[in-house]
């Protein structure tokens, strides 16, 4: 009997109509995912063609995004620079979550003094700027996506524990629990199958935001210099090498910059939209 | 003095409360009991016209032959403090932890243009906590946190009082106070209200506590009047069930009323 | 009516006896962050990488030459020695040198400090009362349209990586309209207005993320605020709805936010950074860059340990803050509960 999953009534999470941020978010998120998937598959044009006669021209009918300064279509050039900044962010999300969500399970679990001084920890870590820490592994082991999943994860996975530790411990107090419990239920057990899926809607709200700020710092590591190297193209890059173009090409800053706030944006809307819909208690806080 | 009347709070189309007529005369102490939800806090918080988002009321509340409800808020903001004081439930919530209790009781002189210099005002404030009983030079100087729950209603009190209203609103002043406090904080309102011949509202859930000091006694359940009267009358020979029950509910607590 | 005359309990210290343990305690808690994060950045630096003296060597060079950096760079020794002669060559000033260009590392972080300092005060001197002013305006308006606006702007603006941001208004204000520049630094000492000038797009760049990030917190703090009963009671005195806020929310408002300052004295160092390289600031931040890029694993070292400190101290002054704004931290000191 105690094989289900017990979830809290629905009445109580509170669903209504999907908020206006989500549908936004995902339409935005979704675009830009899907067009950097689409990648694999097609670009307008070619990744390898570059014609030096026609460089850095604005948009037009043949380049939708126009050429960067190599003669190479814009648009195609964005769309496989997004390769590197969603896989980055990708995998930096997943380790983030997956020892996040343990760490914060396992700090519920325990006693509270060593869950406050977990908390403390978590907090600690937070505080650690990741883009620092990416540039010191840049120095030791040299740029390229390792050292930049390394830094990224590093960040995340305090930020993820931090933000579920607290309702993972309400949860823990619930009656259920204690029913559970004297059934004979192991301390794991009743994480893994009663709190877990019970935090399960902030899981995926912390994911939505870690990619919104994953793509961000992986941009700007790109940018700078420390991400990944020529010839793998990658949307940071990409504007670093717009920079001094600036006044006679202003298109290859803007256009594939902007698809990299619309990313960030998407991921971010996705986030706060998914926590007013699955979680309003919480949402009325109103803060990351 | 004041005159609720026809007096309907509403949250969008659900009625909270509604009261057809009630009065309070200049000087005169008046109880309203009721349990948690009974819509007494309401009724109160709408005579200043300071009721929570999305609650509306309808009616007149006439204070000196002028109906407050449909006043502008700037006439509002002159008669709140000056003409009307209230004391809040919670003493430790009402005070702002992060400023000291000086500027919070100046703060009310000020609005009011009733000193202007600060000697003035200074002298004032050691003349209200005087009369509220509280040690004034160190009390001024100090953070809410660090006076006792009483001390702290006792400036809740003074602040209310220091404009010199013609009617002091409590809404449950007591409850959130301990037992042993509760009695000299009643007493002390009683002190205040017949030296400076101040109307008293006093809002409670229990019935001993109301009739320890008010002349009248309003009863209050789900939002609608049940019995009001002079309050011998209304614990002598109560005319609702509901009246009654409340009254058996109640641990009775021996007051003589003090003239 | 006259009863005992009550005094409070205990007698209330003054400000400066609780203010001066709270310190010291900050200082403290600064003292073994900074510690632990020179045994981080060690760590990092000196044993993840591999061979030191060949990443900073190079690819190129010369086994003969490698050696020699090691040895005078000492990485020969064992590994806490070198450890502690690096943090005692810290504290009297020996940084060390460059091994590419050769500078004096102590001399040339001393250089950079005014430029990055310039930035992040700047900035934070801007951003903060911007912050309050707009989210205490989007607290009271929460409901209306216009907060609505004022909280859709926001979520646009922590959306905008800063060096895009950048670049943009670099574009706008340097390219089209010329009236700013777009790179390079003006030393105050040189010319106060030119510094100044040369200070505005990165600032700008810097505080719009700050401000967008800033003031959702202080919405959120104020609405928490706005239902608190002194709120009512200030109203309650005849103050308007808005006079209230003022005087008695932002104050109370500001102390969650205090909370969250470390996380943004991180991301505010992190974004000055990245403002410096774009707009070519000799800063730390475009130091840091450099030399990273170089693998000059002897001058990130240090530069990381001299960025540390300066987070921690921004962190410090956060606390202070905290405790200037809330009495009850203090108090808890004194009375001991």
Redesign the interface.
Known sequence: MDNEPQKLARAERGRGQIPLQVILGGIFAGFVVGAVLLSFVWTPWGPEFFDVSNRLTGPSASHWFGTDHLGRDLLTMTMLGGRASLSITLISTAIGAIFGVLLALGAAGAPPPIAASLARLA??G????????A?????????GSGSMIIAISVWFVPVTARVLIGPARQVLALDFIEASRSQGRGQFFILLRHVMPNIAPLIIVQISIMF?AGV?IE??LS????GVQPPIPSW?RT?SE??PL??VA?HY??LP?AV??VA??GF??LG?GLRVWLDPQQS????? | MLELRNLRIKSGHKVLSDIPTLTVAPGERLGIVGESGSGKTLTVMSIISLLPEGISATGEVLFHGDNLLGMTERRLQDIRGKRVGVVFQDPSRALNPTMKIGRQLAEVLRLHGESTSRDDIRNKMLKLLKQVSLDAPAVINSYPHELSGGQQQRVVIAIAMACGPDLLIADEPTTALDVTVQKSILELLLCLCSENNMGLIFVSHNLGVVQSICDRIAVMYQGALVEVGPAKVILGSPQEQYTRDLIAASPSIPQAKEG | MGAVAFGPTPPPSPIGESMFRYLLKSLALLGVSAVLGSLVIFMLLRTVGGDVANIIAGTKASPETVNALRESLGLNRPLWEQYFGWLGGFITGDFGTSYAAGYAIGSEIARRVEPTLALTMGTLVVSIPIALAIGTYAALNHRRVRGLVVDATAQVGIGLPPFFLALVLVLLFSLQLGWLPATGYVYFADDPIGHFRSLALPITALSIGVVANLSRFVRSAMIEQLGEDYIRMARAKGRTLRGAAVVHGVRNAAIPLVSVSAVQVATLVTGAVIVENVFVLPGLGRLLLTSVLGREVIVVQSLMLVILLFILVLNLFADVIYGILDPRIRGREVSGG
Do not use: E, H, K, W
Not at chain 1, 126 to 133: F, G, H, T, V, Y
Not at chain 1, 223 to 226: D, E, M, Q
Not at chain 1, 284 to 288: E, L
């Open positions: 907090d600690i937070i505080a650690l700027p990741s883009i620092l820490i540039l010191a592994l840049a120095t030791a082991l040299g740029p919104g961000l941009s700007s940018f700078l210099g420390v940071g504007l717009a920079q600036l006044s202003p800053l803007l910059g990299i706030v960030i944006l971010n809307l706060d009325r806080r109103g803060t990351d």
